[in-house]
């Protein structure tokens, strides 16, 4: 018996993915390799997505759907399969982040997930040298999260970067370009404001660490706060407080929106040959 045929389909969304995608194929009398032909992949990694063993892409499940006659069943589902390819500790955050009207962020070393090139985002993931074969599927999650900034109403987005995040390349210099000029087509959308505070500004509210404060639909607001190994969702009154007031103190000592774009130009121009 195949690893795909032992999956119990209530084991997790992913595997209930992979057992419904195997079961509709083989009721519709396709093929692995046809179906994976029709994708576009290799039959290898659709025989690893039916075994659990890899999330499944947009893509296939768009194809699924038409091939499987799954009225449009795999494209529904793909969202949820990939929020469950975040940490555990990370999904209640996403789901906030969802529901966020504003959201205000503050990084001191990088450019905030929301932003990332997938380029800048596979350089940063990364880094902690993981499994090398988990590393596209936590790609795959964190720009599926920039998706929230395409709605037709999408939350106001107010990024304040420490200029240490234009500065420190991350990866090779194309990456770096890339992620650059993404920030640049970032700070012309309305509804995305970005400033940066220079480094002769010195010591400044940030110094903690990076945060993002969150103004939600319904509820009170809360604050995440960045960790070592694993974030932190705060909602006590006084911890929201003394981050608005943090964000406050950050955006006077930054530069305007429209000096923080010349930095940012600056600093790609300074990666030209």
């Given at each position: 018996m195949t690893y795909a045929e032992e999956l119990d389909p209530?084991?997790?969304?992913?595997?209930?993915?992979a057992?419904?995608?195997?079961?509709r194929r083989e009721a519709a009398g396709m093929s692995q390799r046809a179906l994976a032909k029709e994708a576009l992949m290799a039959p290898s990694l659709l025989n690893k997505i039916e075994a659990a063993r890899r999330l499944p892409t947009q893509p296939l499940s768009v194809v699924a759907d038409k091939m499987l006659l799954a009225d449009e069943f795999f494209t529904r589902l793909w969202p949820v399969v990939i929020k469950h390819a975040y940490p555990a500790w990370f999904r209640p955050y996403v789901d906030l982040e969802e529901a966020a009207t504003v959201i205000r962020s503050f990084e001191a070393q990088l450019v905030p997930g929301l932003l990332q090139t997938a380029d800048y985002a596979r350089t940063v993931l990364s880094a902690r040298r993981p499994n090398p074969e988990t590393v596209e599927e936590q790609v795959a999650a964190r720009l599926n999260r920039q998706r929230v900034l395409d709605r037709p109403e999408p939350p106001e987005l107010w990024t304040v970067?420490?200029?240490n995040v234009l500065r420190r390349r991350m990866g090779h210099v194309d990456t770096m370009r890339g992620q650059l000029e993404r920030l640049l087509v970032a700070a012309e959308t309305p509804s995305i404001v970005l400033q940066v505070v220079p480094y002769d500004a010195g010591c400044h509210a940030g110094v903690g660490g990076p945060f993002a404060?969150?103004?939600?639909?319904?509820?009170p607001d809360v604050v995440y706060v960045e960790g070592f190994l694993q974030g932190q969702i705060l909602a006590e009154p006084e911890h929201v407080k003394a981050a608005k007031r943090a964000y406050d103190l950050l955006m006077t000592a930054a530069l305007s929106p429209s000096r923080s774009i010349d930095l940012i130009a600056d600093a790609l121009k300074e990666l030209r040959p």
């Open positions: 209530s084991e997790s969304v992913l595997a209930f993915y057992t419904e995608l195997r079961r970067l420490d200029e404060a969150l103004t939600l639909d319904e509820g």
